[in-house]
């Protein structure tokens, strides 16, 4: 793509759209207690951690830096409290499912509010982001009372087996910045609906969708099945890995934190469920929809400005409709609108979460001119307060690119080429994450062949970052294991023994 090429549709230079005003929100604001046994209570050292907005750079609140010690107090009353939550029946479990996604509703606009607020969100994203979480809390409710298993049966002479799933006990959830609320219910859903008991660490960035979640529950549902620790990863996440009453570590972040967890919770043999990084390809054939290709690169690599393990943000487009279909992306990318939360329904791109990850994601776009990369599109922080990144395109990526390998997790979309479908599926498997991928072609048999060639848990044709709680999130390799979301959740916050009578003495 050329100056003169580009020049053809008119780009004009992004700009960031500034709220009117500082949001109100200290009317919908949580307490910044623990919240352990159905109260919120103080932390055992009284330290804090601000709470920043990203759009506008200020401290919004303040929470609990939690200790081993807290833990260990939200632990023990998760323990006392699952015994007799994970004695109850799946109807009974499913009735506290369905009165939360209830709750979550007649709150929805201030989680809205707090989410957009924590995470500069587009309101857009956080509509949506409410609006799954109920839908995980309402799928789970129904799932939990659906449990399959094994046949009961004599399997051998006068014996007959029955298959029981069961609880695995106390579950420890960690979660990530980019979907506070959202994530939360991925895991607490599932979890709650097996018959286990929670302590959740949410991120130390973005706390507080998490706190306004437990204050709507209190009183509501049972004391002691839902319990917040808030803190840094190094001490809380830490005690939640090695803690010995906890069964499970459940944690959606990063691979380094992920490798941490599992390294420490091996110490105890207890299980992990990883959900992890991402860097998907989205493999264009020359047969493909190009309009329809680009716009769906638009739609999800830049959803949530890119902080998504799923994002749609590395290109492999064949050779021979590159130009064009480059083109198309630059034209359909040059129309998104940056800003803040309230300054428009029609924002589609935030911030980035915080300073620290802000320099991350310029350092990223600094490496790629320093090694000469064509920056067809964006490529530059935005002036004045916020952490705002231009939407990016960089376009005749060479193979084996950093940039291309490596998880940005930031609005930046760049474009390789292929030249045979053996090259385009064997380009796509070389990165290190396996979460998801997508392929856009007219040939019904290259839909049926390329995805069973990929090695990613999701793989979609002519779409990319469509979910639905009815079936399963997970990756492969990097990216962890373990499945979010459908009947395989429960399976993995479950655990099964085999019981066999002997009726024949």
Aim: a negative charge; proline letters at 6%.
């Amino acid at each position: 793509m050329t100056a003169t090429q580009t020049e053809q549709f008119t780009v004009q230079p992004f700009t960031v759209r500034r709220s009117s005003g500082s949001p109100d929100i200290a009317g919908v604001l949580p307490p910044a207690g623990h919240f352990i046994n159905g109260s919120f209570v103080p932390g055992s050292t009284g330290l804090l951690i601000d709470v920043v907005d990203p759009t506008t750079e200020a401290v919004i609140a303040s929470v609990q830096a939690g200790t081993a010690d807290d833990v260990d107090v939200a632990v023990a009353a998760a323990v006392v409290a699952q015994k007799t939550w994970g004695a109850t029946t799946p109807k009974e479990r499913a009735d506290v499912l369905n009165l939360i996604a209830n709750i979550i509703e007649e709150n929805r606009e201030a989680f809205q509010v707090i989410e957009s607020a924590n995470t500069g969100k587009p309101q857009a994203v956080s509509e949506d982001d409410v609006s799954s979480t109920i839908d995980t809390f309402r799928f789970m409710a129904g799932a939990s009372r659906t449990l399959t298993s094994m046949a009961g049966g004599d399997y051998a002479t006068d014996h007959t087996s029955v298959i029981l799933r069961e609880p695995v006990g106390v579950v420890g959830v960690i979660t990530p910045w980019n979907y506070p609320l959202l994530m939360a219910a991925w895991k607490i859903a599932p979890i709650l609906a097996a018959g286990n008991s929670i302590v959740i660490k949410p991120s130390e960035q973005t706390p507080l969708s998490t706190l306004k979640l437990v204050e709507v529950l209190a009183g509501r549902i049972p004391d002691g099945i839902l319990n917040v620790v808030t803190g840094r990863g190094r001490t809380v996440g830490q005690r939640l890995s090695e803690h010995p009453d906890i069964a499970l570590v459940a944690l959606t972040g990063s691979v380094v934190s992920g490798q941490a967890v599992a390294e420490t919770a091996a110490k105890s043999v207890k299980r992990v469920h990883l959900e992890l990084g991402g860097k998907a390809p989205v493999v264009v054939f020359p047969d493909a929809d190009l309009r329809a290709a680009a716009a769906g690169v638009r739609n999800a690599g830049f959803w949530n400005a890119g902080q998504d393990c799923g994002a749609a943000c590395r290109v492999l487009v064949h050779e021979s409709v590159a130009e064009e279909f480059t083109e198309h992306l630059i034209r359909e990318v040059s129309t998104l609108a940056i800003g803040a939360p309230d300054a428009g329904d029609d924002v589609e791109i935030g911030p980035m979460i915080s300073l620290p990850h802000y320099e991350r994601v310029k350092e990223s776009l600094a490496e790629a001119r320093a090694a000469g990369l064509n920056i067809a599109l964006g490529g530059s922080a935005l002036e004045g307060p916020g952490y705002f990144i231009e939407p990016t395109v960089i376009s005749n990526v060479p193979a084996g690119a950093h940039i291309a390998t490596h998880e940005i997790f930031g609005p930046v979309v760049t474009v390789e080429t292929f030249s045979s479908t053996e090259e385009a599926v064997t380009r796509a498997n070389e990165s290190p994450y396996g979460l998801s991928a997508s392929v856009w072609t007219r040939d019904s048999s290259l839909s049926l062949r390329i995805p069973k060639q990929l090695d990613f848990g999701t793989v979609w044709v002519n779409a990319h970052l469509v979910l639905a709680c009815e079936v399963p999130w997970g990756g492969f390799k990097g990216s962890g294991y373990g499945r979010d979301l459908s009947l395989y959740a429960l399976d993995d916050y479950s655990r099964t023994k085999h019981v066999m009578i002997n009726h024949g003495a």
